[in-house]
């Protein structure tokens, strides 16, 4: 009897502590948008689209809201790593961070596809 209710009790445990990490890589802060924050990525773009706006006054630094529907994850990744060029030109910065984390943030651009209309509405 004892066995059956230390079991019960492992079995909601497991299901709590499972239901919490889901809830938090379910939230409105994934992954990928955490490193982007954390990377200074933010220092220049905007996505306006998940909330984050820059503080740069910059013009010629494209918000992301859509990039998605510009490029994939393998272009962004050699892009910020500088092993592809976009116009003929480098990007200005470079990810410092590991490939796990590359990819999780690239995977996570990719992902942005709202489109112009979209946009407007809010
Ligand atoms: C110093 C300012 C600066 C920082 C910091 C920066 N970027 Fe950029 N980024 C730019 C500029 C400027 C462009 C536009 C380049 C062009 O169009 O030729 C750009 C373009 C891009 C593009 C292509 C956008 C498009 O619409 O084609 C991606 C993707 C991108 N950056 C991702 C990142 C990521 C990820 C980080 C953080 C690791 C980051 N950037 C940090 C300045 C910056």
């Excluded at 503080?55 to 994850?73: E, F, M, Q, W, Y």
Aim: hydrophobic share 40%.
């Amino acid at each position: 009897m004892k066995n059956i209710i230390s079991f019960f009790f492992l079995i909601s445990f497991i299901g709590i502590v499972y239901g919490f990490t889901n809830l938090d890589s379910q939230d409105d802060d994934p992954a990928g948008k955490q490193i982007f924050v954390d990377s200074k990525c933010v220092s220049c773009h905007s996505i306006e689209a998940v909330g984050l706006t820059t503080k740069s006054k910059k013009k010629n630094i494209p918000d992301l809201s859509d990039v998605g529907t510009r490029h994939n994850a393998d272009f962004i990744m050699k892009f910020v790593t500088k092993q592809e060029t976009l116009n003929d030109a480098q990007h200005p910065m470079a990810f410092k961070g590991s490939d796990e984390e590359l990819l999780t943030l690239a995977k996570w651009l990719e992902s942005l596809k709202v489109s112009e209309e979209e946009k407007k509405v809010e």
